[in-house]
């Protein structure tokens, strides 16, 4: 698998994966993105305006995963002030997605995601994720995300995750 920064060019794949994400959520009766008017909140403009954030990782000229690396996140915080086990710069990992065919491509772009940290001087990975959706709470930690709290934003209700990648 190839990885890169995602361009404009990237926006298009990357809403058709989280398409396929949906269908696959609706087919094995999964409750998150397809219940959440997910396309709502992040209809095409938002792919635009953020595209610059996230990666990609393509197979045979076809992206395949896609994830957004952002530098901070309100649902870290709480009266302003950032929480969580550990203090430092972070990146905040989000929309995570991809092809349900292409397995492992997802843990192929969380171990890119951690060298690609080291490599731009971030020690800290942090992501949220649904709670009740007990096999991503597995797949986090099994990848070495620890929970430590909770967030809520609207009718999406998660668990915060951190991982250190080197001693802070």
């Given at each position: 698998m190839i990885f890169r920064k995602a361009s404009l060019q990237d926006v298009d794949p990357i809403m058709t994966l989280v398409q396929l994400r949906i269908d696959w959520m609706n087919a094995v009766g999964l409750h998150q993105w397809n219940e959440t008017d997910y396309f709502g909140r992040y209809p095409h403009h938002y792919w635009e305006q953020h595209i610059s954030s996230f990666l990609v990782g393509e197979e045979q000229g076809r992206v395949v995963?896609?994830?957004?690396?952002?530098?901070?996140?309100?649902?870290?915080?709480?009266?302003?002030?950032?929480?969580?086990?550990?203090?430092?710069?972070?990146?905040?990992?989000?929309?995570?997605?991809?092809?349900?065919?292409?397995?492992?491509?997802?843990?192929?772009?969380?171990?890119?995601?951690?060298?690609?940290?080291?490599?731009?001087?971030?020690?800290?990975?942090?992501?949220?994720?649904?709670?009740?959706?007990?096999?991503?709470?597995?797949?986090?930690?099994?990848?070495?995300?620890?929970?430590?709290?909770?967030?809520?934003?609207?009718?999406?209700?998660?668990?915060l995750r951190e991982k250190v990648l080197r001693p802070l």
């Open positions: 995963v896609a994830i957004a690396l952002y530098s901070e996140d309100v649902r870290w915080t709480r009266d302003g002030v950032y929480t969580g086990s550990h203090t430092g710069d972070a990146f905040y990992l989000h929309h995570l997605v991809t092809d349900p065919a292409v397995p492992g491509a997802g843990r192929a772009m969380m171990l890119y995601v951690e060298s690609y940290a080291i490599q731009h001087g971030i020690n800290l990975l942090r992501l949220d994720s649904a709670v009740g959706n007990h096999a991503l709470e597995k797949y986090y930690s099994d990848l070495g995300y620890t929970a430590c709290g909770t967030c809520h934003h609207q009718l999406y209700h998660g668990i």
